[in-house]
């Protein structure tokens, strides 16, 4: 059973950094993507990073471009979110997830298979 958990979310003044950290742990044989979203009250979950589980390659939504970065260990079957620069809209329940299967767009949330429990990222201005 694949299991994702999410840790590093907290509170921070804007100008701030965060690492998110999502430890993975089942299959990782079958890890194709792991992904980074974002989601706040009444919105839809948002697109914020991914990268290919096998090859490290990265994708970022352009609203993330040149603050946050997506990075794995796959030694420790980690992957992690280091946000820089944070703004207080980047205030929002954030989630990893993996696609398990090759193919699939980067954007959308239901072509991911597994997802953490969310971590709560806090920006204050």
């Known amino acids: 059973q694949v299991q994702l958990v999410e840790s590093g979310g907290g509170s921070v003044q804007a100008g701030g950094s965060l690492r998110l950290s999502c430890a993975a742990s089942?299959?990782?044989?079958?890890?194709?993507?792991m992904g980074w979203f974002r989601q706040t009250p009444g919105k839809e979950r948002e697109f914020l990073a991914a990268i290919s589980w096998r090859d490290g390659f990265t994708y970022y939504v352009d609203s993330v471009k040149g603050r946050f970065t997506v990075s794995r260990d796959n030694a420790k079957n980690t992957v992690y979110l280091q946000m820089n620069s944070l703004k207080p809209e980047d205030t929002a329940a954030y989630y990893c997830a993996v696609r398990t299967v090759v193919g699939g767009t980067l954007f959308s949330s239901g072509d991911y298979n597994y997802w953490g429990q969310g971590t709560q990222v806090t920006v204050s201005s």
């Open positions: 089942g299959r990782t044989y079958t890890y194709y993507r």
